[in-house]
């Protein structure tokens, strides 16, 4: 086994010592240090030597574990990130993913599944608990926005330069085609997006992320 050394940034004291004694079991990882806030984590990473990995927890006092995350990938992208949280719901697993954690994993997983998802993300893998899967693959499927209303490529074009405040014959100019052509594809935007004008159709289009 390769040895992995890892930082660990939890504000719940006994779960801290206990998660820290059941991970220097194995004789490949070394918890270097251990912080309640990730003030003092930032603090700490200024003037030592770099983990190979952090194990942080999302609720923590001063600076979320959301914003360490999206300042870690800024200063120290090579420092791989897994979360280790209570928080299953599907926003801060996005969130927390979007922001560049690698893994995530819930506090109710046990010990060996910690370290088996550990050694995933640092062999440049993802770790992710059951529940955690399920919301990223529920999310793979769904369709965007563009597909759902079966929108074209040239309608969402239309409707960006709508919601940029240009008339119709300032669109035709700008994407090359005729006037004729240009209202053809607002015709066509209205039957999909079931709206009436185009402030109607800009409208949706905003609300639904279609632009």
Not at 37 to 48: D, G, N, R
Not at 96 to 125: C, N, Q, R, T
Not at 195 to 200: A, E, L, M, P
Request: hydrophobic share 45%; net charge negative; aromatic share 6%.
């Amino acid at each position: 086994m390769i040895p992995i050394t890892i930082w660990l940034v939890e504000d719940d004291a006994s779960y801290r010592r206990n998660l820290r004694m059941s991970l220097e079991l194995e004789k490949h990882i070394t918890v270097g240090r251990v912080f309640p806030s990730c003030i003092e984590f930032f603090e700490a990473l200024e003037t030592e030597l770099p983990p190979d990995m952090v194990l942080m927890d999302l609720g923590l006092p001063g600076m979320s574990g959301l914003e360490a995350i999206r300042k870690l990938a800024e200063i120290a992208p090579d420092i791989a990130v897994m979360v280790l949280t209570v928080f299953k719901d599907k926003e801060k697993v996005l969130e927390a993913l979007d922001a560049g954690a690698a893994g995530y994993l819930l506090k109710e997983s046990d010990g060996p599944e910690i370290v088996k998802g550990l050694h995933e993300v640092f062999m440049g893998g993802s770790a992710l608990s059951p529940a955690v899967a399920k919301i990223v693959v529920d999310e793979l499927r769904k369709p965007s926005p563009s597909e759902e209303f079966n929108l074209s490529l040239r309608e969402i074009e239309v409707l960006e330069n709508l919601a940029g405040g240009l008339a119709v014959k300032e669109i035709a100019a700008v994407l090359d085609i005729s006037v004729g052509t240009t209202g053809f594809h607002l015709t066509n935007i209205y039957k999909k997006l079931h709206v009436q004008s185009q402030t109607g159709a800009v409208a949706k289009a905003l609300r639904s992320g279609i632009i």
